[in-house]
């Protein structure tokens, strides 16, 4: 079975500081992992995903992510924090079936991030 | 290109009644995902239907239901409203087979059950 494990439902940075998101995973297949994004009354939007290839995945926003592996995790970091940044994060992982397609996303509880003047 | 359509916006039942939702997907998309998103569970899904064949199910009770038109267009129902069912449910689109990486969310409807 899969599931996905986020570290803190709250986080709080002043504008400019390092964002850090933790994810860890757990999966008995080698995984699809995904990081989404989404703002208040709204839907889900894709920040990067993680499909076998580059450990390090970039998305979009100054975004990025790191695949470990042997710490079977999966945060989520940006550099500089920008007040449009305060949003719900959403950790997920996936499984692939057999014709190469995907199974459904199992989510985290999601990572509130709060970004400080 | 329109995104996800997902109506009505808001919804309040009460308890006992019956539900029904709907989502257009994006043009030319084939595949449909339902997901539900309380405070309590987080966002779990629902089923995923692919060709108006339901090609995935999760573990939801069957009060739970839903269905695709030949048009794509999909259609969730909810069966004796309980308060639990209050949530916010996110339908999500594909071009092929459910892949995650290019799969578009609607802005979900908001289900108040009373």
């Known amino acids: 079975a899969q599931s996905v494990t986020q570290l803190g439902s709250h986080v709080s940075v002043s504008e400019g500081a390092l964002v850090l998101l933790r994810c860890n995973y757990s999966?008995?297949?080698?995984?699809?992992l995904f990081w989404y994004v989404q703002y208040p009354n709204q839907g889900l939007q894709l920040l990067l995903k993680y499909t076998s290839a580059a450990t390090l995945v970039k998305g979009i926003n100054g975004f990025e992510a790191e695949f470990k592996k042997s710490e079977t995790s999966f945060h989520l970091t940006k550099p500089s924090a920008h007040m449009s940044d305060a949003a719900e994060y959403f950790c997920?992982?996936?499984?692939?079936?057999?014709?190469?397609?995907?199974?459904?996303?199992?989510f985290g509880k999601g990572t509130k991030l709060s970004v400080k003047p | 290109k329109a995104g996800v359509t997902q109506t009505p916006r808001y919804l309040i039942k009460t308890r006992g009644q019956q539900v029904t939702l709907s989502c257009s997907p994006i043009?030319?998309?084939?595949?449909v995902s339902w997901y539900q998103q309380t405070p309590g569970q987080g966002l779990q899904f629902l089923f995923e239907?692919?060709?108006?064949?339901?090609?995935n199910k999760g573990n939801f009770p069957g009060r739970f239901s839903g269905r695709q038109f030949s048009n794509s267009r999909s259609e969730m129902n909810v069966s004796t409203l309980e308060l639990g069912d209050s949530a916010l449910y996110l339908c999500a689109s594909s071009w092929g087979k459910v892949t995650n990486e290019k799969l578009f969310f609607g802005s979900g409807t908001q289900l108040s059950v009373l």
């Open positions: 997920a992982v996936t499984r692939v079936l057999y014709g190469g397609s995907q199974g459904n996303l199992i």
């Open positions: 043009s030319g998309h084939r595949s």
């Open positions: 999966s008995s297949v080698p995984p699809y």
């Open positions: 239907y692919f060709s108006e064949t339901q090609r």
